[in-house]
Every structure is written in structure tokens, then in C-alpha cells.
């Protein structure tokens, strides 16, 4: 007779090996595609980001009455901001192919 | 020997080589810490730095790393004999492959994400880093003409199998429109386009279709237009080269990544097909295919191809150890990690995945095609038809005819080829605008860029022997990977940790690539002064050997700088060390 503890150890071994291959697969497949999509996002907020908060990085922009109102918002994401803009690139960052 | 049984090794070599070596190394010296905040989560901007779950940074770091390279190597490796082969893949693999793959993630996580170009400028010197650069170029155009020559000469000239490719291109564009724009559900577009492209590779097989290429060929025996180059060859890379303009300037959503999505699925099928047929036929490897031919690869009719020291160890590059993957693990992956220690299960683990299909692609050449068919098949160039021929046994194991798997075979090894084409043009066209952009401004212009890129990669397609040009490759990819072993050593060196497992590796790779080079140096200009070449081969001879001679001596001006930097070092940190036992 199997024990049910045994048979409850089974499933969850199952589905771990069921959840690694299917994040593999992902990685293969849909992964790219999805980090390209996440990647021109985070461009495109970059770029909003620099039009009215670019004087946080020494860009003389006179900050816009909406600098202010997006303050809050962007107070978050302005360390990863500062640090993307700002990162020296050479052309072994374009192994990653997103040229 | 059975070809389960060479399966067999090669798993073992896998455990003993990923458990007991990597594991050590890891464990002992590189000491990863999850504790320790990586690039990925403290800088995570959402566009270079995110973290991921390590499973799906196996799957994303093995794609990137295996393409045509791990299959073709063995193919003409065989060449030395079964065994030579078979020992490099797994040996390679075991102390140096993973050792580069694994230790430039580490570097990278540890450098903060820093990439091999910014990592040789601060660890050697601002020469050392344009060098790199140069390097890179270099190395792709290579890649360009060892993959251009693959399929424009020798895949896309076979009558069957045009059709199955251009259909596969087009459903791949229909792809991404269909998710982009129709937002369509994932599951749905991948059925209708994976089945509809196999649907077309059968299509290639029908006798009016191939008639049809067959007379845009020219006739069964296509004419020589200029050279050696026949209007078959001549034509078909020039519409490789097409497409890999239009891969290069186009958004990569409409064109590079929904064809890589559905080349993918033909490639990884063929791969599970391929590996279910050996295990059903399970055959031995025929007796009359040497383990050890001779050791200057002279096989049966064959001519020979050179000593087997140094060049099997750059023919086999991808496979054993390929200077690319340090590339990509340092500024793709590096940046993705979201734990320490997950850096050996995804640099080292994808590593080890890569050499069972390098096994597998061997097995190909010695079981699935026999002796007899593999030395006619090369003796008339075609390469590539060794793994067609190949696949296609082991796929007829499982039911899948003989007259479908050819074809098939063909189109799966074009669509690797050129997935990995037309990225190498787009990267081509950015390095040439960063190298000479302030000085000729047009280069610049994307179609400009592009079509300078494609026009140096056609020359080296048209001209010179396919054999040189693919050791040239495999010389610059190991010699990248003879680079990156010293980087690793010197950061190790610098954090005062043992650097011998990294400096061993460099020190032969270094050597063994120097040579490759030299030796095909002297192998393409002796057979230029000999004389009684046509013209193309003799132009491509010298660009060959230029090459070469060029690769050399820019290697050993960085290594030289590199040697200066490691005396550096060690000066700096003995009186460290000295201070530390008083």
C-alpha cells in the first residue's frame, strides 16, 4: 500500500518538475519576446521621465508645472532611471541584440 | 560502440564534470552569496537589469548559446576520427567550456553588471578594449561567411528546400502580426504557423515545386557565373543576403523575433524527433568509421585538413568552448540573475546541455550517415547534407519518411543559420557607426550601414573555401574565449582568489587558437603561391589569410598587455597578502 503521505510527497516532486520545465520552456520560447516589450516600455518611460525631471540629471529643462504633479509617481523609479541614463555603454552591450 | 553507450559517456561526463568539478569550484572559491544584492535587483531599470527565475534563464541562456556551431563542428571534426572528436567535446566542456560560460556570469554579477569591453579597459587597458572590439567585428563577419557559405552555397541551391524556408520567414512575419496586432492568443498563432510551416517543407518535396527551383538553379547542374561560383549559389546568398538586410533594418518585433519564435519550434521538434529515433534504433557505431583517422584528417578519399593539433580544438568551437557565449553571459545574463548562486546552474548547466547536442550531431555524422555516404557527401561539399542525411535516419526511426526528413533537415539547419545572420548584420551595423560614424557620418544612415555590412559579408561569401573560412571562425571564437579566460583569471587575480582553473584554460586556449590561425595563414597563401586557383579562391585566399596574420598580432599585443596587467596585480596584492600574515 503506498502511504498518502508518500503520494502527497509524489504530487508536490511532480509539480515542481512540471513548474522547472515549464519555465524553461518559457525561457526558449515567449521570454524574449516579452522582456522586448517590457524593455521599449521602460525606454519609452525613460524618455518621459528625462523630458520632465531632466534637471535632476543637470539637463537645464525649467521643471513644468506636471513635474510636480508627477513627482510622487516617479520618485520610485528615479534610481533605475538615473542609473540606465546614466551607465556607460561599449558595444559588448549590444550582444544582448537589442539594437 | 553502441550510440547509446556514447550517449552514456557523455552524461557521465556531464555529472562528473557539472557535480564534482563545477560544484568544487563554486563552492570553494567563487563562494556565492545569496545575501549578496545582484546587478539585476539593484539596478533593475527595466530595461538592462531585471531579475528572472533561474529556470527561465536556462532556457533563455541555452537558446542564445547554441545555434549552428555545436552541429556543424563534430560534423567535419569526424574527420580526425569519432574519437578525437568525442574526447574534445566532453573534455572541452568539462575544464574549460563551463568554466567560461560560468565565470563570466560570475564576473559580470560581481562587476555590477559590467560587460568584457568596460571589464579590459579597467583590468588591462584602453588598448585592450578597442582590440576586443575589433575582435568582435572581426568574428562576425566571420560568422557572416561561414553561415552565408552554409546556406547560400550548399542548403538553399538543394531544389526542396527554398520553398519550406521563405514560408517559414513569411509565417514567422505573420506571426508576429497576428500577436502584436490581431492579439491573437499565443497558443493559437503557434499552431496555425508551426503546422502551416511544416505543411510548406513538405510543399518544397512536391515534384512540380522542386522542378520549379530546379529551374531557377538552372538546371540540375547549376553554370559557373564568375570564378568557381555557380548562378545557384550566387543567387541563393544573394537572397540570404536579402533577407538578412531586411532581418537588420526592419523592427525587430515585425521581422528577427516572431521568425526566431516559429524557427524555434521546426528546430526544437527536429531536436526531440532526432533524439526519440537514435534512443528507439539504438544502433552501434558502423565499424569501418575510424575512432582515429590519421592525424593530419586525411579521411578515406578525402583530402587532408590539417593537423590535428591545434585545429580540431577550433573546429569543434561551440560544443566544447566558444567565445560567444562569454558575450552573452556577461552582458545578457549577468544582468537577469536574480541569486548568487544560480549563476552555475545557468552558465554551467546550459554549457553541459550544449555538448549532449554536440554528442548528437556527432552521432549524426558516424551513425546516422555511415562512412561511405559522410565521405561522399563532403567530398562534394555539402556539409550541411551530412546532418540532413543524418536527421532524417533517425527521424525515419519514428516513422517520419526518409523523402520529408531531408528536406526537413535542411530547412531546420537554414532557419538556425539564419536567425543568428540576420541579428550578427543589425549588431554589425551598429558597431560600424560607433567605429567610424564621427569620421563618415553616412554610416550612420541605417540602410547605409547595413548594406556596407552585408556588401563585406558577400565578398567573404563569394570567394575563398568554405572548410578555411569555417576554421577561421572557430580560430576567432576560441580566440575570444582565450580573451575572456583572462579576464576572468586577472579579476580573480585581482580578489586575490585562485586563478589557476581559469589561467590553465587560457593559457592552452591561447595558444591552441594562435596556432589555428597561423596554420590556415599558412595553409591559404602557400596554396595562392602554389598557383592554379581561380580567381575567387585566390581573393579569398588572401582575405583569409590577412585575416588570420591580422587576428594574431592583435591577440598578442593583448595578451601582452594583459601579461603587464597581471604583474600588476600580483605586485599589488603581495604586499597585501604580506600585511595580512604579519
Known amino acids: 500500500m503506498v502511504n498518502p503521505s508518500q503520494l502527497l510527497n509524489w504530487r508536490t516532486r511532480l509539480g515542481k518538475c512540471w513548474r522547472t520545465l515549464r519555465d524553461i520552456f518559457y525561457g526558449m520560447t515567449t521570454y524574449e519576446m516579452v522582456r522586448d516589450l517590457k524593455k521599449e516600455r521602460a525606454r519609452l518611460e525613460h524618455l518621459f521621465v528625462l523630458i520632465t525631471m531632466g534637471d535632476w540629471l543637470g539637463i537645464p529643462i525649467l521643471p513644468p508645472y506636471y513635474t510636480l504633479r508627477l513627482l510622487p509617481y516617479v520618485v520610485p523609479h528615479l534610481a533605475g532611471w538615473k542609473c540606465c541614463l546614466l551607465r556607460e555603454r561599449d558595444l559588448t552591450d549590444l550582444t544582448d541584440f537589442e539594437t | 560502440m553502441n550510440a547509446i553507450v556514447v550517449l552514456i559517456i557523455s552524461l557521465i561526463g556531464i555529472g562528473v564534470g557539472y557535480f564534482l568539478y563545477a560544484k568544487s569550484i563554486d563552492r570553494t572559491i567563487i563562494q556565492p552569496d545569496d545575501s549578496k544584492t545582484t546587478p539585476a535587483k539593484m539596478y533593475m531599470d527595466g530595461v538592462d537589469f531585471t531579475p528572472a527565475n533561474r529556470n527561465v534563464l536556462f532556457g533563455y541562456q541555452f537558446k542564445s548559446v547554441a545555434a549552428l556551431g555545436?552541429?556543424?563542428?563534430?560534423?567535419?571534426?569526424?574527420?580526425?576520427?569519432?574519437?578525437?572528436?568525442?574526447?574534445?567535446?566532453?573534455?572541452?566542456?568539462?575544464?574549460?567550456?563551463?568554466?567560461?560560460?560560468?565565470?563570466?556570469?560570475?564576473?559580470?554579477?560581481?562587476?555590477?553588471?559590467?560587460?568584457?569591453?568596460?571589464?579590459?579597459?579597467?583590468?588591462?587597458?584602453?588598448?585592450?578594449?578597442?582590440?576586443?572590439?575589433?575582435?568582435?567585428?572581426?568574428?562576425?563577419?566571420?560568422?557572416?561567411?561561414?553561415?552565408?557559405?552554409?546556406?547560400?552555397?550548399?542548403?538553399?541551391?538543394?531544389?526542396?528546400?527554398?520553398?519550406?524556408?521563405?514560408?517559414?520567414?513569411?509565417?514567422?512575419?505573420?506571426?508576429?502580426?497576428?500577436?502584436?496586432?490581431?492579439?491573437?492568443?499565443?497558443?493559437?498563432?503557434?499552431?496555425?504557423?508551426?503546422?502551416?510551416?511544416?505543411?510548406?517543407?513538405?510543399?518544397?518535396?512536391?515534384?512540380?515545386?522542386?522542378?520549379?527551383?530546379?529551374?531557377?538553379?538552372?538546371?540540375?547542374?547549376?553554370?559557373?557565373?564568375?570564378?568557381?561560383?555557380?548562378?545557384?549559389?550566387?543567387?541563393?546568398?544573394?537572397?540570404?543576403?536579402?533577407?538578412?538586410?531586411?532581418?537588420?533594418?526592419?523592427?525587430?518585433?515585425?521581422?528577427?523575433?516572431?521568425?526566431?519564435?516559429?524557427?524555434?519550434?521546426?528546430?526544437?521538434?527536429?531536436?526531440?524527433?532526432?533524439?526519440?529515433?537514435?534512443?528507439?534504433?539504438?544502433?552501434?557505431?558502423?565499424?569501418?568509421?575510424?575512432?582515429?583517422?590519421?592525424?593530419?584528417?586525411?579521411?578515406?578519399?578525402?583530402?587532408?585538413?590539417?593537423?590535428?593539433?591545434?585545429?580540431?580544438?577550433?573546429?569543434?568551437?561551440?560544443?566544447?568552448?566558444?567565445?560567444?557565449?562569454?558575450?552573452?553571459?556577461?552582458?545578457?545574463?549577468?544582468?537577469?540573475?536574480?541569486?548568487?548562486?544560480?549563476?552555475?546552474?545557468?552558465?554551467?548547466?546550459?554549457?553541459?546541455?550544449?555538448?549532449?547536442?554536440?554528442?548528437?550531431?556527432?552521432?549524426?555524422?558516424?551513425?546516422?550517415?555511415?562512412?561511405?555516404?559522410?565521405?561522399?557527401?563532403?567530398?562534394k561539399g555539402a556539409i550541411a547534407g551530412v546532418f540532413s542525411n543524418g536527421l532524417a535516419t533517425f527521424l525515419n526511426q519514428v516513422g517520419v519518411p526518409v523523402s520529408f526528413g531531408l528536406p526537413y533537415g535542411s530547412v531546420f539547419l537554414t532557419l538556425m543559420a539564419l536567425t543568428i545572420m540576420y541579428l550578427v548584420v543589425r549588431f554589425m551595423r551598429v558597431a560600424s557607426a560607433e567605429f567610424i560614424g564621427d569620421a563618415v557620418p553616412v554610416i550612420r544612415n541605417t540602410a547605409v550601414g547595413t548594406i556596407v555590412a552585408l556588401a563585406f559579408s558577400a565578398l567573404m561569401i563569394w570567394t575563398g573555401f568554405w572548410s578555411y573560412v569555417w576554421i577561421l571562425f572557430g580560430g576567432a571564437n576560441q580566440l575570444m574565449a582565450s580573451l575572456a579566460l583572462l579576464i576572468i583569471s586577472l579579476w580573480l587575480k585581482s580578489k586575490e582568489k585562485n586563478y589557476m582553473w581559469a589561467f590553465l584554460p587560457f593559457i592552452f586556449m591561447f595558444i591552441t587558437s594562435i596556432a589555428a590561425l597561423l596554420t590556415t595563414a599558412w595553409q591559404v597563401i602557400s596554396a595562392n603561391l602554389r598557383g592554379g586557383l581561380p580567381i575567387d579562391k585566390v581573393v579569398g585566399n588572401w582575405i583569409a589569410g590577412f585575416l588570420a596574420i591580422f587576428l594574431t598580432i592583435a591577440a598578442l599585443v593583448l595578451a601582452w598587455d594583459a601579461i603587464k596587467a597581471l604583474t600588476r596585480v600580483v605586485g599589488v596584492s603581495k604586499p597585501a597578502q604580506a600585511k595580512a600574515d604579519a
Open chain 2, 70 to 379: 555545436p552541429i556543424v563542428g563534430p560534423i567535419i571534426a569526424v574527420r580526425w576520427g569519432w574519437l578525437p572528436a568525442l574526447l574534445w567535446v566532453i573534455l572541452g566542456t568539462m575544464f574549460l567550456g563551463w568554466v567560461q560560460d560560468y565565470a563570466s556570469i560570475v564576473v559580470g554579477v560581481r562587476e555590477e553588471g559590467q560587460t568584457f569591453g568596460a571589464l579590459s579597459f579597467r583590468l588591462i587597458s584602453r588598448r585592450a578594449r578597442t582590440i576586443l572590439l575589433i575582435f568582435i567585428y572581426a568574428y562576425l563577419l566571420l560568422i557572416m561567411a561561414a553561415f552565408g557559405k552554409i546556406v547560400g552555397f550548399d542548403l538553399m541551391t538543394n531544389p526542396a528546400v527554398p520553398l519550406g524556408v521563405l514560408l517559414v520567414m513569411g509565417l514567422g512575419m505573420a506571426a508576429g502580426h497576428m500577436t502584436y496586432k490581431l492579439k491573437m492568443d499565443i497558443l493559437v498563432t503557434t499552431l496555425i504557423t508551426v503546422v502551416l510551416a511544416f505543411v510548406g517543407i513538405w510543399l518544397g518535396t512536391v515534384g512540380p515545386v522542386k522542378s520549379l527551383f530546379l529551374a531557377i538553379n538552372g538546371g540540375a547542374t547549376s553554370p559557373l557565373l564568375f570564378g568557381s561560383v555557380t548562378w545557384a549559389q550566387f543567387f541563393w546568398s544573394l537572397v540570404v543576403l536579402v533577407l538578412c538586410y531586411l532581418g537588420a533594418t526592419l523592427p525587430i518585433w515585425r521581422w528577427a523575433q516572431p521568425i526566431n519564435y516559429v524557427a524555434f519550434w521546426i528546430v526544437f521538434l527536429g531536436i526531440i524527433g532526432g533524439t526519440i529515433g537514435l534512443a528507439v534504433w539504438h544502433p552501434a557505431i558502423p565499424v569501418d568509421f575510424p575512432a582515429v583517422s590519421s592525424y593530419d584528417g586525411k579521411l578515406g578519399t578525402l583530402s587532408a585538413l590539417g593537423p590535428l593539433w591545434p585545429l580540431l580544438f577550433v573546429t569543434i568551437a561551440c560544443g566544447a568552448i566558444s567565445g560567444w557565449h562569454s558575450l552573452v553571459s556577461s552582458s545578457g545574463t549577468a544582468r537577469q540573475l536574480e541569486n548568487e548562486t544560480d549563476a552555475l546552474y545557468v552558465g554551467g548547466g546550459s554549457m553541459f546541455l550544449e555538448m549532449f547536442l554536440a554528442t548528437l550531431s556527432l552521432l549524426c555524422a558516424t551513425v546516422g550517415v555511415g562512412y561511405a555516404k559522410y565521405v561522399e557527401l563532403v567530398g
